[in-house]
């Protein structure tokens, strides 16, 4: 369903159960927000490296019966040089970047 602001929610499924929400315009960008805070993903430093291991998402649109199958990496990257004001206070010097790639659309029967 879509909400007032536009915005749609989507459930992580895990081994069948409801996990982690994530919301966005598109369900690609709910996927990147997931792709960003998985796990293990910490010790790659390149995309391609990353890409190799991916790991398969699936968001179960909230109010519908789609679930959005893609297939997700995440990687450490250096952080870019005009980083804002609270990163450079910090000294952050890495970001997680994430990136998705979809397989397909299921519906669930109820």
Known sequence: ???????????MLENGE????FTGRMPRQAA??????LEGYDSYESEDEAKA???EIRLLER??????VY???AWRDTAPNDKP??????????????NVSK????????
Not at 63 to 68: A, P
Not at 103 to 110: A, L, M, S, T, V
Request: proline residues 0%; aromatic residues 6%.
């Open 53 to 55: 291991d991916a790991t």
């Open 71 to 73: 297939d997700a990496w």
């Open 63 to 68: 109010g519908t019966d789609r679930v959005h």
């Open 103 to 110: 397989q397909g659309i299921e519906h669930i029967e109820k």
């Open 1 to 11: 369903m879509v909400r007032e602001d536009g915005k749609r929610n989507f459930v």
């Open 85 to 98: 004001g609270w990163m450079q206070q910090n000294e952050v010097s890495t970001v997680t970047r994430g």
């Open 18 to 21: 409801k996990t982690k929400q």
């Open 32 to 37: 990147l927000k997931a792709a960003r805070r």
